[in-house]
């Protein structure tokens, strides 16, 4: 019923920028919370941003100050804006939804960061 489509991502090297797309389409509520989680082999998926409002945003200790989420609801598109990037933020990224307690997932997109 939801479809989550991520667009963005690539190989950049340290220091770098990438700017990560995420557009939901079906059955989307007029309140919900996306956001953006990453995977390195071996390692848990963890959260790295998250956003509900302009207001009600979480970052991942080691993304804030470098990393930026913000939301087009007119078009239900979630943006993280990755900044001064290092070879640990290397990982697979999956966007997500969450609504009414549910939760829907893209497909991934992998960022690499040489060093």
């Known amino acids: 019923q939801v479809q989550l489509v991520e667009s963005g991502g690539g190989t950049v090297q340290a220091g770098g920028s990438l700017r990560l797309s995420c557009a939901a389409s079906?059955?989307?509520?007029?309140?919900?919370?996306m956001g953006w989680y990453r995977q390195a082999p071996g390692k848990q998926r963890e959260l790295v941003a998250n956003?509900?409002?302009?207001?009600?945003?979480n970052y991942a200790v080691s993304v804030k100050g470098r990393f930026t989420i913000s939301r087009d609801n007119a078009k239900n598109t979630v943006y993280l804006q990755m900044n001064s990037l290092k070879p640990e933020d290397t990982g697979v990224y999956y966007c997500?939804?969450?609504?009414?307690?549910?939760?829907?997932w893209g497909q991934g997109t992998q960022v690499t960061v040489s060093s």
């Open positions: 997500n939804l969450d609504q009414v307690g549910l939760n829907y």
């Open positions: 079906g059955s989307i509520f007029s309140i919900n919370r």
């Open positions: 956003i509900i409002d302009a207001w009600r945003t």
